[in-house]
């Protein structure tokens, strides 16, 4: 049952070039599907989340972090009455403009896109993919999506203003987007905040008992399944607790979330869009929990100096192959030449890394660069 604040799909604003509707699928389910055989959604699978597979091959990567947004998304968007169709392609999208080697490499795009006067963002970086790089269909180029997921692709964890960005306007900038496009900040970071704790804690960078120092829930949770499992493995007993966890932030969004558009009197989807706040979020005590578990890992985890090799070789390989094809763009595949014709160069060969896996950026590297470093 859709709630009456829900994005109903016979009310979505359409797709750039209208279709004909489809015998078995509403525009929503055919966006989800869209974005599934996206070339982009595909590489997904080679390009790192956290951990490289230099660590281990059952860590999340970008593909499995996605799907796992995706499966927790769909759980509170049912819960709260809201489009899970939509919800699901909205999860499915969110992370599909992310540049190889993870926030490194993301970081490393973005400045040497700076020192040509431009920058790298991958929620705009993903409205290209999806509206221009992806050719697929006969009639148009990209996928086509409706308004909604290009939408909540554009208001993904930011809000961006009509002033600067004079080329976003048609995606009402100045109103807060659905609240399946809202749910999807939110479900990112519960993913990414479990997963990396069970992946930091498999690859031994994380300990137990730093982890149930640092985190009170977590520590309440553990006593209470050491105490119905006493022989069971340590093993076992972290991922009950994580599991639990997992739970809390859950349960806490689905709460605090209906109760938050009751006490507002959201009775439809344009009070959802005209409300001054975005109206999903956490309560106090998850609230607090989610900054427990954010400092713990950054601290601990994203600035390890056993994560090091990975941030030096994201900026190294990114920053040479960027200012390589800067002085020798005849060297670009001919796709790439042809579109520095009509756009900056910075642009064209950022638009080229981003797309890259770590697997193929590598080879470009040792290829373009490799000679290059040995010779000086
Ligand atoms: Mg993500």
């Known amino acids: 049952m859709l709630a009456a604040y829900a994005v109903h799909v016979e009310q979505s604003r359409g797709r750039r070039f209208p279709e004909a509707q489809h ?6 389910q055919r966006d989800r599907d869209r974005v599934v ?16 597979p230099r660590f281990s091959d059952h860590f999340r990567n970008r593909l499995t972090h996605t799907i796992e947004v995706a499966q927790i998304s769909r759980t509170i968007a049912a819960q709260l009455g809201l489009n899970v169709d939509l919800t699901e392609a909205l999860a499915l999208v969110h992370d599909i403009g992310h540049p190889p080697f993870g926030h ?7 400045a040497a896109m700076r020192r040509h006067g431009f920058s790298f963002d991958h929620n705009l970086h993903a409205l290209r993919i999806v ?29 961006y203003s009509a002033d600067e960005h004079p080329e976003l306007a048609e995606y009402l900038l100045n109103q807060r987007p659905p609240l399946e496009a809202q749910l999807i900040d939110f479900t990112d970071e519960i993913a990414y905040n479990a997963a990396d704790l069970d992946d930091g804690y498999e690859a031994r960078l994380l300990n137990l008992a730093e982890i149930r120092e640092a985190i009170p829930a977590f ?33 806490g969004i689905i709460r605090n ?16 869009r005209t409300h001054p706040l975005r ?22 985890l994203y600035l390890s100096e056993a994560l090091d090799p990975e941030k030096e070789k994201a900026e190294q390989v990114i ?23 009509e756009e900056p160069l910075p642009r064209v060969i950022c638009d080229y890394l981003a797309g890259m896996t770590d697997n193929y950026i590598s080879q470009q590297y040792d290829f373009y660069c490799g000679g290059m470093r040995a010779s000086t």
């Not at 006969?138 to 964890?157: D, P, Q, W």
């Not at 959201?266 to 959802?272: Q, T």
Request: charged residues 35%.
């Open 23 to 28: 015998p078995y699928r509403n525009d929503f």
């Open 37 to 52: 055989h996206a070339r982009a959604f595909r590489r997904l699978e080679a390009k790192t989340q956290v951990f490289t």
């Open 104 to 110: 490194a490499g993301e970081k490393a795009l973005d």
């Open 131 to 159: 509206e221009d790089f992806e050719l697929r269909y006969a009639a148009f180029r990209g996928l086509n999506l409706t308004f909604e997921v290009r939408e909540g692709i554009v208001k993904h964890s930011r809000d």
């Open 219 to 251: 520590d309440r949770h553990y006593r209470d399944v050491e105490w119905e499992w006493p022989d069971a493995a340590e093993k076992l007993l972290f991922n009950e607790s994580l599991k639990r966890i997992l739970d809390d932030f859950v349960g």
């Open 257 to 272: 979330t209906a109760a938050g558009i009751q006490k507002a009197g959201i009775a439809s989807l344009d009070d959802v």
């Open 279 to 300: 109206l999903v979020g956490f309560n106090q005590e998850v609230a607090a929990l989610r900054q427990q578990i954010k400092g713990f890992l950054r601290s601990h």
């Open 319 to 341: 920053r040479e192959l960027f200012e390589f094809w800067m002085a020798k763009p005849e060297q670009l595949p001919g796709s790439y030449r042809e579109k520095s014709s």
